[in-house]
């Protein structure tokens, strides 16, 4: 745990203090996730401060164990690039960029399901009030700010190289966040009936995506954000390794051109030489064994010198 940084070390304790409480309290008859889980905002049970406390809440230990190894694992990075005051700032808003674009995914649900027209519905041969059946739509989980974390590395790292079970080969961060999108956008397009907010990990990555292209543009607008003392260390390190995929190009460039370069006169002429002599292998060959007796390639270079000729 020391060696990770602040920040994400703090969202780690937190999430994982808050999944703690919530399995106390609802053996006490608290139920935490009522209270502070996202609400479908037309519900009764619909609050603001919903938007920043459903991050924090897990609705199993699978749930939570994924989404924390993923944020110690992509976030430590990040925070030593940009430091603590950066990507808490990007996390949260991130955290609330998702669950903005989960409630749009409600709305749309709730309009085309047509419920303000009815006062009671039927949810799975139980008639409920329309209010309590929609305070059912609760959102929970920190998936949303995570997958803007992943987002944020792979476009940082693009070309880093990552091992990801099940593959036996390591894959680029750029392709993983692609397949990771695509997986996403079939999941939603797939139905509702995984209990899984597919459109709120899109969301939160859309935000991300729109808050790094923000910076990018307009690089003195992060400034306020200060630096650590471990930023300036990992911006250097990204720098050098940016060089170092420039240097490669370089020398790609460098070694074909090297081979385009202009022939020596002893190069010219020691190649004129062997291919005089393989010609004259061949011509010998005709004379003792017919031009049929040839193979596919000595006939290409009989005739390839000819032209040259």
Known sequence: MNNIPTMTKNLLIVNFLTFVATWVLQLRGVDLTNLLGLH??????????????????????????????ALWMFGAVIE??????????????????????????????????????????????????????INLWTTIGASGAVYAILLAFGMIFPN???????????????????????????????????????????????????LIRYWQKHPDSSQRFGRSRGQEFFENMK????????????????????????ETDEEYNARKRQNQ????AILDKIRKSGYDSLTKEEKQKLFDQSHQS
Not at 182 to 195: R, T
Not at 239 to 262: F, I, V
């Open 40 to 69: 479908f905002f037309l519900a009764s049970d619909f609050h603001f401060y919903q938007f920043f406390t459903y991050m924090f809440l897990h609705g199993s230990f699978t749930h939570i164990f994924f989404n924390m190894f």
């Open 160 to 210: 880093e190289r990552l091992f990801i079970i099940p593959f036996p080969f390591p894959i680029k961060a750029k392709w993983l966040v692609a397949g990771y999108i695509v997986i996403e956008l079939v999941s939603a397009m797939s139905g509702p009936g995984d209990g899984v907010a597919h459109m709120a990990h899109l969301g939160g990555m859309l935000f991300g995506f729109l």
């Open 80 to 133: 030593r690039v940009w430091g603590p005051k950066k990507i808490i700032f990007y996390y949260i808003c991130c955290g609330i960029g998702a669950g903005v674009a989960q409630e749009l995914v409600q709305y749309v649900s709730y309009s085309i399901e047509g419920l303000a027209a009815y006062q009671y519905v039927n949810a799975g041969g139980v008639q409920m009030t329309t209010d309590a059946y």
């Open 277 to 280: 002599e393989e010609v004259d």
């Open 239 to 262: 720098r050098r390794y940016d060089q170092c995929q420039q240097d490669q190009r370089n020398n790609r460039m460098h070694a074909e051109e090297t081979q385009r370069r202009r």
